[in-house]
Each structure stands twice: as C-alpha cells, then as structure tokens.
C-alpha cells in the first residue's frame, strides 16, 4: 500500500483524489493546499489530513508518492522538494516550460531514486487507447493524414492560467496533450510549422500546427483555450491511411467534465462502417495505477521521462515556429 501526499487540490488535484479513491493499492493520507477551505475539501474527499505545506505534511506522515496538481510555475521546486524527501512523484501536464527546469527535475529525482511520472492523461483516455491499437496493428494501412482537436472555453475556476508565466496558456497547457498522444503513435517528428493567435496577456491560446514524420505521416493539430459564448468542450481525431479511416468525435459542456455526446466510427476501404466502443475504464485511474504498478514492480513507468522530454523539445518547437513564422526542424 501506498501513502499518498495529493499537493494542489483543485480542479485536477480533486479528480485525481477521486482516482486514488478507487485504486486498492494507494490511499492519500495527505492533501496540501494553501487555502484552508480547499484542503479541509481535498482532505474530506480521500479521507486523509489536510496540510498547508507539503514540508508539513513530509513531517506529520509517513509519505510513498506525491502527486503534484499544482499551477504549472510551481512544479518543478514542488518535484525536486518531493524528491529530495526519497517520494516517487507523478507531476500534472505540462510538467514544465524549458528543457533546464526539466533536466533539473530528472535529475533530483534520478539522484534520490525515485520514479517520476508526467501525468499525459491523454495517452489513458478510451478512446485514444482503442485508435492507438488500431494504428498500431496496421489497420489504417500507411497512415496519409492525421487531424486531432481540442478546443475549450477559458478556465472559469482559477486565474492563473491568463498569466503566460504561471501557465504557458494554451500551447503548454492544451496542446501538449495531442502532441504528446502523436508522439506515442509515430515517436519524434521531422518538421513542423505552426500558426496562432496570442492573447492580450501573452498566451498562445488558439494553435494550429502542421507536423510531418519520417515515416510519410503528417498531422494538422487545432487547439484553443480560447472559445468564446457557449461552445462545448470538443475533441476530435481523425486518421486515415490506405486501407481506412478511424474517426473520434466528442462534444463536452463547459469543460471535460460535464456531459459529453461522442462518435467513434471505423470506415474500412472498401467495407461497411463499423461504430467502435471503447472500455469505458476512468483515465485518471487507468494513469495512476499504471504507474503504482510500475512503480511496485520495479519496471518503467508508462509515460518515460524521456518521452516527456521529446514531448517538451516537440512543445518548444512549436512555439519557435509560432515565434518565427518558420518551419522547425526536429
Ligand atoms: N490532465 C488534465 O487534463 C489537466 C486538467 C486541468 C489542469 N491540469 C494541470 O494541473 C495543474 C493544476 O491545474 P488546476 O486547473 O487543477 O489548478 P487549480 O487552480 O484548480 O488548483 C491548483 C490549487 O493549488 C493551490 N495552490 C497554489 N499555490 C500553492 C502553493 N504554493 N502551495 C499549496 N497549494 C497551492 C491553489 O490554491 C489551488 O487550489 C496545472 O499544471 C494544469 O495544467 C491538467
């Protein structure tokens, strides 16, 4: 079993609290928060202590892992404070802004031995799972053309994610998650160009990349943090090869959490269209046990620190190209 610090219980720290909730191997024994409210929340969810600092809460329990939920600008002091406790530590998406903070975050963790996980959810999300087996098995045949999209409204429960510095907007904090689901299918790319529209505060919050691979597939990748009114949260991929095309299509409300309508559809070349159903397991759980798993059995954890690294160095190109108006080479 084991004992679990959760340190940010917001929007995500609560859905990771939810998580652990239903894994039998872990139980949160801690939840860090510098406001009271959310952590006696945080704290009443899991059944644990709430503690304003994580320093705190390293001296009242004997703590395993810390989950890091924190606004982005805070992760790396917060990984390198948990590592250097000897914890594990499973850091929120995007894990940091330049490949410097990162190598110092891998090296305090390589330094006390401790496994350290991104939390990519993406790559654990259902569907995503289902068309990754698809691709991977050959059933889209050579892959032509990939187009995947994430659009969301603003935040409405903290604002924080306004300032580029705290949270990268929407290129760090939107779009990493379908550059890091195209890594796990075709790995680092050739190229890419990107275009977008940078917000009066400073972040790119609307994002359109073109991204091609060496092994001839290329992909056009939309991503917003930006809608305006009403519209839902949405998310879409679509992949077509020789041999056929697998298309996902979901609709949210305010954000991923409410209500959703989807479509999953495969379209073999020259069959019948197939609508697919994906095993509907929780993402957030189907991510932290992998890694418990991992970490219990002594193997690699699922998303690698070098995957996360690429994905950061992918990210970072994007936004010179977003910067330069040019392509970048990978
Ligand atoms: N995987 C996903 O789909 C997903 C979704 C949302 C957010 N995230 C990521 O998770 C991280 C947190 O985002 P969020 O939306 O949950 O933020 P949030 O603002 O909802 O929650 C962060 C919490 O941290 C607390 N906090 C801030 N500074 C602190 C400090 N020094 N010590 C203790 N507590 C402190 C705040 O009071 C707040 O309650 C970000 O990196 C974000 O990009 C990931």
Redesign the pocket.
């Known amino acids: 079993m084991l004992n679990v610090a959760v ?9 990771h609290i939810a998580a652990y909730n239903q894994i039998e191997n872990a139980q949160v024994v801690a939840v ?4 009271l409210e ?2 006696q929340e945080g704290a009443k969810e899991a059944g644990g202590k709430g503690y ?3 320093k705190d809460a390293l001296a009242n329990e004997k703590i395993d892992l810390v989950d ?5 600008a ?2 790396e002091e ?1 990984v390198i404070e948990a590592a250097n406790a000897k914890c594990h530590v499973l850091c ?3 894990v940091t802004f330049t490949l410097e903070s990162y190598d110092r975050m891998i090296k305090a963790c390589e330094d006390n031995g401790v496994y350290f996980m991104v ?4 790559r654990f999300w259902p569907e995503f799972i289902t068309i990754k087996d698809y691709v991977d098995r050959g059933e889209l045949g050579d892959i032509h053309m990939i187009y995947e999209k994430r659009l969301s409204r603003h ?1 409405n ?2 604002n ?2 306004r300032n580029p510095e705290i ?2 907007g929407g290129l ?2 939107m779009n990493i ?1 379908d550059i890091d689901y195209l890594y796990t299918l075709f790995g680092m790319p050739e190229e890419l160009y990107a275009s977008g529209w940078k917000s009066p505060s400073g972040c790119w919050n609307h994002v359109s990349t073109n991204i091609s691979w060496s092994n001839g597939a290329k992909a056009v990748v939309e991503t917003s943090l930006e809608m305006t009114g009403e519209f839902p949260f949405s998310i879409e991929f679509r992949g077509t090869g020789d041999k056929g095309t697998i298309h996902y299509a979901m609709r949210g409300g305010r954000n ?1 959490k409410d209500e959703a309508s989807a479509s999953f559809y495969f379209f073999p070349e020259g069959g019948e269209s197939q609508e697919l159903e994906a095993d509907q397991k929780d993402m ?1 759980v189907t991510e932290i046990s992998s890694y418990i798993n991992a970490i219990e059995n002594g193997i690699e954890v699922p998303v690698t620190p070098a995957e996360s690294r690429d994905v950061l160095k992918i990210t970072l190109a994007i936004k010179k190209s977003l910067e330069t108006g040019e392509v970048v080479k990978l």
Request: aromatic share 14%; with cysteine; proline share 7%.
């Open positions: 340190v940010g219980a917001g929007y995500i720290g609560l859905s860090v928060n510098r406001s959310k952590r304003a600092t994580l890091i939920c924190l606004p982005t805070l992760h917060f929120e998406k995007p939390a990519q959810v993406a935040p429960w903290s924080w994610h949270s990268g760090y904090d998650h991923i957030f």
